[in-house]
């Protein structure tokens, strides 16, 4: 049975209330269950967590890294922009990272357009709504499959 934490940064919590022309009309609530049930059918047990406090997030980052977490999908929502101790967190830590962005941030406001997280990450999937966090699942499962 394989590990993946879905991880969500600032703001995220309001999803479904939040700039709905923007992230959409579904709730943070209905991401996490269809992750879970994603994750059933993959024999993967899917545990999620959101935080809008930087440390928290670092906080779960480090621990991932100890309790046999096979993947991580992670949207860190503006710290995404900005955060040198989120980076360093992903660079830190050997369990792979897929950042994920529902909305296109390129095709946004200019401070968007920079990850200061990316380079540090696997991958980083953007635009694709709640679609971008299933790919992520799947890129990860197939990645743990091959090294297994
Ligand atoms: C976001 C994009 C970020 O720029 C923004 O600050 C968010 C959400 C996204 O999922 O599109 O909070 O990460």
Not at 28 to 49: H, I, N, P, W
């Amino acid at each position: 049975m394989g590990k993946i934490l879905l991880l969500n940064g600032p703001n995220l919590n309001l999803l479904g209330k939040r700039e709905p022309g923007v992230y959409g009309n579904e709730t943070l609530d209905r991401l996490e269950q269809d992750m879970k049930a994603l994750g059933t059918s993959y024999e993967t047990e899917v545990s999620c967590f959101q935080s809008n406090h930087e440390g928290e997030l670092i906080d779960k980052l480090h621990l991932a890294n100890e309790d046999g977490t096979q993947g991580i999908i992670f949207n860190p929502g503006a710290f995404t922009h900005y955060s040198y101790a989120i980076r360093d967190a992903v660079a830190g830590i050997q369990v792979p990272v897929i950042e994920v962005h529902i909305s296109n941030v390129h095709a946004r406001e200019e401070f968007r357009h920079t990850s200061v997280i990316a380079p540090a990450a696997m991958g980083q999937i953007v635009g694709l709504g709640f679609k971008g966090y299933e790919l992520a699942f799947y890129a990860l499962v197939d990645f743990e499959k091959g090294r297994g």
